[in-house]
Each structure stands twice: as structure tokens, then as C-alpha cells.
């Protein structure tokens, strides 16, 4: 299983990134894809998630402003991510769990100046 996050970069406060995650070695359209995100210095959290039906969940402090998508003919998961704030800069995470087996991508770097 590989998952290959990009699009992040740096934005300022209010912008908007989009970040794409490409599976490989899934059946991508049976399982439930997720995006986390970590800190320096703090647990990675979980950001949101989408099942293989299409039902998203989110972390309450994204709510209304991350969208999470994701597209079965091309194998991917995206993360639309507007009016961003400080606080949201991390690196981010897509993650699968195959057989009860979490697979994690490298991580994709997101910097919001104020």
C-alpha cells in the first residue's frame, strides 16, 4: 500500500490549499480514506475522514471550512482547505487501514502566516 500526499506549501491566514493523496496497492473504492494532521509538539489528530460510500466526518475545528472528496477512478482523496488559520499549519496525513493495519503517506507540509 502506498499513499502519496502533495499540494501543500505556504498560504496566508484566510487562503485556501488543496491536497491530493494518490492510492496504490488498495481497492481504493471499498475503503475508507482519512486525512490527520500533527503539530510540533502535539498528537496527530485525525482532520476528516470520507467512507468508501461517500459520508464524510470532520474534526470540529474544520467543520464549514475543509472539505474532504474523493474521486474512485483516480485512486484519490482530496482536502479542500479555506479560510486557513494559524492554526491549522502542520503536516498533514492521508491514512488508510487495510485488514486493521493503519498505512500512512509522508506527509504533506502546510505553513499559514498571519
Known amino acids: 500500500v502506498q499513499l502519496q500526499a502533495s499540494g501543500g506549501g505556504l498560504v496566508q491566514a484566510g487562503g485556501s490549499l488543496r491536497l491530493s493523496c494518490v492510492a496504490s496497492g488498495i481497492i481504493f473504492s471499498i475503503n475508507a480514506m482519512g486525512w490527520y494532521r500533527q503539530a510540533p509538539g502535539k498528537q496527530r489528530e485525525l482532520v476528516a475522514i470520507?467512507?468508501?460510500?461517500?459520508?464524510?466526518n470532520y474534526a470540529d475545528s474544520v467543520k464549514g471550512r475543509f472539505t474532504i472528496s474523493r474521486d474512485n477512478v483516480k485512486n484519490t482523496v482530496y482536502l479542500q482547505m479555506s479560510s486557513l488559520k494559524p492554526e491549522d499549519a502542520a503536516v498533514y496525513y492521508c491514512?488508510?487501514?487495510?485488514?486493521?493495519?493503519?498505512?500512512w503517506g509522508k506527509g504533506t507540509q502546510v505553513t499559514v502566516s498571519s
Open positions: 491514512n488508510t487501514r487495510v485488514r486493521a493495519m493503519d498505512y
Open positions: 470520507i467512507t468508501s460510500g461517500g459520508s464524510t
